[in-house]
């Protein structure tokens, strides 16, 4: 199984700012990398595809980076409602598999 | 536009069969995409149970892997989801979850049904 790894695992920052949370996978998985955002009580929502890609109706200010094993997902003018779960997840191969979750908290 | 909405017991016994149905509405199930279940248990992260092709085809977790079974319904246009022998640690909500065929990304979400294995 390819295992991913996120860090940090949470994260405090304030209204404004930039963040970058990293994701690294146990092997390459080229650019099969996803990210997804979840608010309490929320379903999970899709951010980026393919690694860097960003899905429709996502602000821009969220971006995403990286192939091979190493990826990061940016946000740039954190605004209130980005402080939720993130999570990547590799689709290179089955088992399909997630990172352990980064909370973004309020600082 | 795809829309899911998971249906089933939300309270079952330990030692028991979590049983799980998930409606498609918006398209058909017949498309190339995957169709899977994920869930978050309380306080931990997202994991995939495992996922169906709308021609039979399937992939499970390994772990979990001896316990379940994704099924498919297509004059229902919905699939299903068996999990045997739970316990208290398959507490958790359930997500049904549309996955891009080529892509692979978990485009669209149902609203999740919250399960508790309890007696």
Known sequence: DIQMTQSPSSLSASVGDRVTITCRASQSISTYLNWYQQKPGRVPNLLIYAASSLQGGVPSRFSGSGSGTDFTLTIRNLQPEDFATYYCQQSYTTPRTFGQGTKLEIK | ?119
């Open chain 2, 1 to 119: 536009q795809v829309q899911l909405q998971e249906s089933g017991p939300r309270l079952v016994k330990p030692s028991g069969t979590l049983s799980l149905t998930c409606a498609v509405s918006g398209g058909s199930i017949s498309s190339d995409d995957w169709w899977s279940w994920v869930r978050r248990p309380p306080g931990k992260g997202l994991e995939w149970i495992g996922e169906i092709y709308h021609g039979g085809s399937t992939n499970y977790s390994p772990s979990l892997k001896s316990r379940v079974t994704i099924s498919v319904d297509k004059s229902k246009n919905q699939f299903s989801l068996k999990l045997t022998s739970v316990t208290a640690a398959d507490t958790a909500m359930y997500y049904c979850v549309n996955i891009h065929g080529a892509l692979g990304s978990f485009d669209i979400w149902g609203q999740g049904t919250m399960v508790t294995v309890s007696s």
